[in-house]
C-alpha cells in the first residue's frame, strides 16, 4: 500500500443491503472496483471479550487514496456492526489505520480507556475495532502492520488506478 503508516487509509459503512450499495458506490459515486468476499473469514473473533462467529459479506475498492468497504452482516449473532444497526445508526462505521507498531498503539488506545469491541485475524494477522464512539462517533479499526493486508490494500489501490467502470465487482479471496 503506498499510504504512509498511521494515516486514515479507510472509510466503513455497515449497511443493510450490500447489492444496493455497491450499485450506488460504482454507478453514482463511481467509486470502484471493489473486491467481494462474501463470507469474510475472520479467525479467533472476539466480539467485547467473548468469543464470537459473526459472518459477514465485505467489498473493498478505492476512492483515490481512500478505501471504503461496505459490510454487511449476514445472521443475527452479537457484534459491532448488528449493534450500530440496533441503535438505529447509519453511516460512517468505522475508520481504518495501520500504525508501525500495532501491539504499541493498541496499549496507547486501552490506556486512554478506549475498550477493544471487536477482534480478530485474517490470514493470521490480527486486527482491532476500539470503540472510539464516545470521541470521534465511530469505532477506529487498527490493523497489523502485516502483509496479508498490505498486499490487499495495493492490490485494491492499484485496480481503482484508470479504472474505467468495467467488472465493477470482482470475487476476492484469501
Excluded at 487509509?9 to 443491503?17: I, K, P, S
Excluded at 452482516?73 to 452479537?78: F, I, N, R, S, Y
Amino acid at each position: 500500500m503506498t499510504q504512509p503508516l498511521y494515516t486514515e487509509r479507510q472509510l466503513a459503512y455497515v449497511v443493510r443491503d450490500l447489492d444496493a450499495a455497491l450499485r450506488y458506490w460504482t454507478e453514482t459515486l463511481r467509486v470502484g472496483p471493489f473486491f467481494l468476499i462474501e463470507h469474510a473469514a475472520l479467525e479467533n473473533q472476539r466480539y467485547r471479550g467473548e468469543p464470537a462467529n459473526t459472518d459477514v459479506g465485505i467489498a473493498i475498492g478505492n476512492s483515490g487514496d481512500l478505501q471504503i468497504e461496505l459490510i454487511v452482516q449476514h445472521d443475527d449473532g452479537p457484534s459491532v456492526y448488528k449493534e450500530f444497526l440496533d441503535a438505529g445508526r447509519v453511516g460512517v462505521h468505522h475508520f481504518g489505520m495501520m500504525p508501525v507498531d500495532y501491539a504499541a498503539t493498541c496499549a496507547e488506545y486501552r490506556a486512554l480507556g478506549h475498550e477493544a469491541a471487536f477482534e480478530c485475524s485474517v490470514g493470521g494477522a490480527p486486527l482491532v475495532y476500539f470503540d472510539t464512539v464516545a470521541t470521534v462517533g465511530h469505532f477506529i479499526e487498527l490493523w497489523d502492520n502485516h502483509p496479508v493486508f498490505k498486499d490487499l490494500f495495493l492490490r485494491v489501490e492499484e485496480a481503482a488506478k484508470g479504472w474505467d467502470g468495467s467488472d465493477p465487482v470482482r470475487p476476492l479471496s484469501f
